[in-house]
């Protein structure tokens, strides 16, 4: 399929810097390129890629170099960044393909090609292992600087069917399966038709944080459909609920998730799972290892019901609720409960976006977080991004994008907080 570049933003050096950064950029893009034509200011050294100011030992990369004569190659795979070329006092200039990049339920392939003044010749492949989507670039030059006149240009790669063919504007992924458009916001924007539509559209809400200290799991967002809704050819804005913040003090719940809203329709945030009472929401959170009840389902101005229930603790934590199911007891006094399921529901839209968790080529959205064991195993999150619950460790945050609930933290442990929930996301889907 033709694919169309479009400059998103240019840096040119009018001084020395050892680095350059691109942020806050689009997620409206299929991949991104980067063109880098640059000279070092005294030495010939290595060049580095940061990705979203991750420093952690998350990055694998090899490379391959020949300069006529001889061939050589290296590769690291526990690194703190990418090393994907060289620059020299010459001349390097080298294109960075950044695949899938907006995708948030894999991890990122980056790919290099390039070459030196000098004959020298470069290729490489890294991986970047993180789910979430790239927000912002930084290419680093440790032990020297870029000279001034450095040129940096990034650009975003697209369909040039999405880019001729949509019937609207906005989100961060554009999509066809050859019946609909598929517009995804991961993020809040504005959904804009060129003409009028009959839509259908997709709502999660964010999903909560999780209790601390045998804590139970976070409740998932809210989920909310609607279908052959009339839109007009104006400006319509979408607002994505953020996840909630997981508890760190044993009596409160974590936070409850925000609400994701479209054209009038409302999706409530996921309920706190608490080390008591779990909270009531979108779907309720789990109850932790001092309770006498189950988190229970809010009862919104708005129907129908968005989720289901929290389980009930046992001297460990219970599951969140799940927009497919409720969460689940502790089946005993140290192990916890299993997320509530999310809702598979809506498959086609998430395997046609890459949204979503894919569990063996069926998508789900909005699982429960797993509440933690007491000194002993945390239980499995809900499909749908619900993170499983710790084991005398803090509660793993849910994936983003997705509405699942944050974990519960394992029992006898030190102070650390539950896991934070899922933002949601808003997909709104048209005929071609």
Same mark, same amino acid.
């Given at each position: 399929?033709?694919?169309?570049?479009?400059?998103?933003?240019?840096?040119?050096?009018?001084?020395?810097?050892?680095?350059?950064?691109?942020?806050?950029?689009?997620?409206?893009?299929?991949?991104?390129?980067?063109?880098?034509?640059?000279?070092?200011?005294?030495?010939?050294?290595?060049?580095?890629? $940061?990705?979203?100011?991750?420093? %952690?030992?998350?990055?694998?990369?090899?490379?391959?170099?020949?300069?006529?004569?001889?061939?050589?190659?290296? *590769?690291?795979?526990?690194?703190?960044?990418?090393?994907?070329?060289?620059?020299?006092?010459?001349? +390097?200039?080298?294109?960075?393909?950044?695949?899938?990049?907006?995708?948030?339920?894999?991890?990122?392939?980056?790919?290099?090609?390039?070459?030196?003044? @000098?004959?020298?010749?470069?290729?490489?492949?890294?991986?970047?292992?993180?789910?979430?989507?790239?927000?912002?670039?930084?290419?680093?030059?440790?032990?020297?600087?870029?000279?001034?006149?450095?040129?940096?240009?990034?650009?975003?790669?697209?369909?040039?069917? $999405?880019?001729?063919?949509?019937?609207?504007?906005?989100?961060?992924?554009?999509?066809?399966?050859?019946?609909?458009?598929?517009?995804?916001?991961?993020?809040?924007?504005?959904?804009?038709?060129?003409?009028?539509?009959?839509?259908?559209?997709?709502?999660?809400?964010?999903?909560? %944080?999780?209790?601390?200290? =045998?804590?139970?799991?976070?409740?998932?967002?809210?989920?909310?459909?609607?279908?052959?809704?009339?839109?007009?050819?104006?400006?319509?804005?979408?607002?994505?609920?953020?996840?909630?913040?997981?508890?760190?003090?044993?009596?409160?719940?974590?936070?409850?998730?925000?609400?994701?809203?479209?054209?009038?329709?409302?999706?409530?945030?996921?309920?706190?799972?608490?080390?008591?009472?779990? #909270?009531?929401?979108?779907?309720?959170?789990?109850?932790?290892?001092?309770?006498?009840?189950?988190?229970?389902?809010?009862?919104?101005?708005?129907?129908?019901?968005?989720?289901?229930?929290?389980?009930?603790?046992?001297?460990?934590?219970?599951?969140?609720?799940? #927009?497919?199911? =409720?969460?689940?007891?502790?089946?005993?006094?140290?192990?916890?409960?299993?997320?509530?399921?999310?809702?598979?529901?809506?498959?086609?839209?998430?395997?046609?976006?890459?949204?979503?968790?894919?569990?063996?080529?069926?998508?789900?959205?909005?699982?429960? %977080? +797993?509440?933690?064991?007491?000194?002993?195993?945390?239980?499995? @999150?809900?499909? +749908?991004?619900?993170?499983?619950?710790?084991?005398?460790?803090?509660?793993?945050?849910?994936?983003?994008?997705?509405?699942?609930?944050? =974990?519960? /933290?394992?029992?006898?442990?030190?102070?650390?907080? %539950?896991? /934070?929930?899922?933002?949601?996301?808003?997909?709104? *889907?048209?005929?071609?």
């Amino acid at each position: 399929m033709p694919t169309t570049y479009t400059p998103i933003a240019t840096t040119t050096l009018t001084s020395p810097a050892n680095t350059v950064t691109f942020s806050s950029i689009s997620g409206s893009y299929t991949d991104l390129v980067i063109v880098m034509d640059a000279t070092a200011t005294t030495n010939f050294t290595n060049t580095k890629i $940061v990705i979203n100011s991750d420093t %952690g030992t998350n990055y694998s990369w090899t490379n391959l170099k020949g300069d006529g004569s001889s061939a050589s190659s290296a *590769r690291d795979s526990t690194t703190a960044n990418l090393y994907l070329g060289l620059v020299n006092t010459g001349r +390097g200039t080298y294109r960075f393909i950044f695949q899938n990049y907006s995708n948030a339920t894999t991890y990122k392939t980056i790919l290099s090609a390039g070459g030196l003044a @000098g004959n020298r010749v470069e290729y490489g492949v890294g991986l970047w292992r993180n789910t979430a989507a790239i927000t912002s670039i930084q290419i680093v030059q440790p032990a020297d600087t870029f000279a001034s006149g450095s040129t940096f240009t990034l650009y975003g790669v697209a369909s040039a069917a $999405v880019v001729s063919g949509a019937k609207a504007t906005g989100g961060d992924t554009i999509a066809t399966d050859g019946t609909y458009w598929y517009h995804a916001f991961r993020t809040s924007g504005t959904f804009t038709p060129s003409e009028n539509l009959t839509a259908d559209y997709l709502v999660v809400a964010g999903g909560a %944080g999780g209790g601390w200290d =045998a804590g139970g799991g976070g409740g998932a967002g809210g989920l909310r459909s609607q279908t052959s809704q009339s839109l007009s050819a104006t400006a319509y804005s979408v607002t994505v609920g953020a996840g909630g913040a997981g508890s760190s003090i044993f009596a409160n719940a974590g936070t409850n998730g925000s609400n994701s809203v479209f054209n009038a329709l409302t999706s409530t945030g996921g309920g706190g799972g608490s080390g008591i009472n779990g #909270a009531n929401g979108g779907s309720g959170g789990g109850s932790g290892r001092n309770t006498g009840s189950v988190g229970g389902i809010s009862s919104p101005v708005t129907s129908p019901v968005q989720g289901f229930a929290g389980g009930n603790g046992n001297n460990a934590g219970a599951g969140g609720g799940g #927009a497919g199911g =409720a969460g689940s007891n502790s089946p005993s006094v140290q192990i916890g409960g299993a997320g509530g399921i999310g809702s598979s529901s809506f498959s086609s839209w998430g395997l046609t976006t890459g949204t979503g968790q894919n569990s063996s080529g069926t998508v789900y959205f909005a699982g429960g %977080g +797993g509440g933690g064991g007491n000194f002993a195993a945390g239980a499995a @999150g809900g499909l +749908g991004g619900g993170a499983a619950g710790g084991n005398n460790t803090v509660g793993a945050n849910a994936t983003a994008n997705t509405g699942g609930g944050g =974990a519960g /933290a394992g029992g006898g442990m030190p102070a650390g907080p %539950g896991g /934070a929930g899922g933002s949601g996301i808003i997909i709104v *889907r048209y005929p071609v």
